[in-house]
């Protein structure tokens, strides 16, 4: 408590310290949106997220289209809202690669926001910057009312190929979130932000500040602290490194898989009409495996298990070998 | 970051450590509230205040009822949800003490909660146990659906009088908000709770899972250190003398006022006729006094200004002196 104790421990202004602000701003420096005036600190990026749906979408007439397998929480902050949401699922077939043509192809005229996860939790897929640019070129044509895009990059410092793809590069309609809790472990910090256009940042603010007034001060000075001194990539390598060796255990565990391009999460298929929520309980209660169903992602992850390997190297060979073992033993029941 | 060295900075569960929601319950002590499960942790009041509008109110059907003077929170937290709310005014001749009565007198068939914050900002009256036990029993003998008293305990800390009430110790259909902010001057770690009652807890923990996932680890540790030692009263005292010397100066003055019975506010009348927000620039630009306008309270507090006693003794005497002469040349412009 050094810090309060000299400074006091006071609100900020609702939108943030203008100097944290500006270090985010000026980080990731999207075309227009590098100024503190487009930067809104939250109370992680959960808050930010909900405080978009709930400033950008009218429960009347808007939908938000929601691109899984996705993490609950979007369809959720919507229903808490009354809007509407549907999703458009990626395909099995493509390891649920981003496919662009097929997000457009699900936009009604009620969809006045889409929301994408890239890096992706679950799939750890990356959309990439060519798909990116297709979904951004299709909805520009469109005209109208602008289908804004919610790019949720809470793991951005998780990316492991070259070619990844930030809306906000591309499209004017885009606003970001982000956080420091993965980047830089402190999920319990509860920093986070959006990233938006300079005539939407008045309202963002006005519905932020009657949620939670303003972020953590000391949260914060210790975010402000993580842009200064450019440690909010220290960890990227660390990440960079495990993926390779996380690859290895994937391909050597010989079940069927996603290469990771992002965040610090592999997904594994389970046999053929296995049943995610059932399997997980199983490998948590008999094989002390820790893995989450698909099916919390979306029906379209049913068939598969999310894992983390934040944790230690051996411990997730492990894991992956427990969980090919039950997946023979359930294939040889189900025979 | 000691303490994020050692223990890491994870999420707690949505609802708080464990053990900071056990020690608020067994600090507060309310009949049948007295658990760890009664409480919700949030960040800051301000998001406690936000998720029970949000878990008790139907937009459709429910109204809520703010007893003014008051905070404009409620009212946009109302309107941000939908949720129409309507205001019943205490009255300026009786110095705007709380008057069970007068709030009885405003519930309709759609009033679904009643919102109080006592000590109130701004008047600084607190809400004796006498008008708490009338007002409990009005509420009770009305029999059908409960009407819900939100009772916004904010400024408990700052009590001068032995008389206080609170409906949590006799209305069973009560809400209490508070946080760290004021008691222990930490406006800045956005540190509150809810306590409610067992059966709402559930639903009540789900919409602030949504807000915010849950508060900050590291302010939660705070908070707990707080209840732990017993500093959650360490301020008490010293706003118990500069209350005295508030009350004397305010009466040297020779302004009309309110002798605080809590919080750390005091307000003072302007003379008939006077815009309270005109003044308060004036007061600002001219006279290089802060004072809050009336009028940001509600209708009922257009005639009054409201000022903070936190700062220098002296400087409110001489801020005190100003508005008085302000206010003499006001009446004199007047006339």
């Given at each position: 408590?050094a ?11 609702n ?16 075309p227009h ?5 487009n ?13 978009v ?26 229903a ?10 990626m395909?099995?077939e ?12 699900a ?17 750890a ?34 990316t492991f ?6 809306f ?16 830089n472990?402190?999920t ?8 938006v256009?300079?005539d939407?940042?008045?309202?963002l ?5 009657w949620?939670?007034?303003?972020a953590?001060?000391?949260a914060q ?7 200064a ?8 390598q660390?990440?960079?490194n ?8 994937l ?9 990771p ?9 389970l ?7 059932k ?5 948590a209660?008999?094989?002390d495996v820790?893995?989450i ?7 379209s ?14 411990q ?7 969980i090919?073992?039950?997946?023979v ?7």
């Amino acid at each position: 408590m050094a810090y309060a104790r000299k400074h006091g421990l006071r609100y900020t202004v609702n939108a943030g310290d203008p100097h944290l602000r500006d270090a985010i701003a000026k980080h990731y420096a999207y075309p227009h949106m590098d100024q503190a005036a487009n930067v809104c600190v939250t109370t992680g990026s959960q808050e930010a997220t909900y405080a978009v749906i709930k400033t950008m979408l009218d429960p009347a007439n808007d939908e938000l289209l929601v691109v899984e397998p996705a993490f609950p929480s979007y369809a959720k902050m919507a229903a808490l809202e009354g809007v509407h949401a549907r999703s458009v699922a990626m395909r099995e077939e493509d390891g649920f690669a981003f496919d662009a043509e097929r997000i457009v192809s699900a936009i009604t005229p009620a969809t006045r926001m889409i929301v994408i996860c890239s890096p992706c939790n679950p799939t750890a897929r990356v959309m990439h910057r060519d798909q990116v640019q297709v979904l951004s070129d299709a909805l520009l044509r469109r005209g109208n009312d602008p289908v804004w895009v919610l790019h949720d990059e809470i793991y951005r410092e998780q990316t492991f190929v070259d070619d990844a793809g930030y809306f906000a590069q591309h499209y004017p309609y885009t606003i970001v979130t982000n956080s420091v809790s993965k980047s830089n472990a402190l999920t319990g910090l509860r920093l986070g932000w959006a990233i938006v256009p300079r005539d939407i940042a008045p309202s963002l603010v006005k519905v932020h500040a009657w949620l939670t007034s303003c972020a953590d001060t000391f949260a914060q000075q210790v975010a402000l602290h993580v842009f200064a001194t450019g440690s909010i990539n220290e960890h990227a390598q660390w990440y960079a490194n495990r993926q390779r060796h996380v690859s290895r255990a994937l391909a050597d565990s010989g079940l069927r898989h996603i290469v990771p391009e992002g965040s610090f999460y592999a997904c594994v298929r389970l046999p053929e009409r296995a049943d995610s929520l059932k399997t997980a309980h199983a490998l948590a209660e008999e094989h002390d495996v820790i893995a989450i169903p698909g099916i919390a992602f979306g029906r379209s992850f049913e068939s598969w298990l999310r894992l983390s390997w934040v944790g230690d190297s051996d411990q997730l060979r492990e894991g992956l070998a427990r969980i090919a073992s039950y997946s023979v033993d359930a294939r040889l029941h189900a025979t």
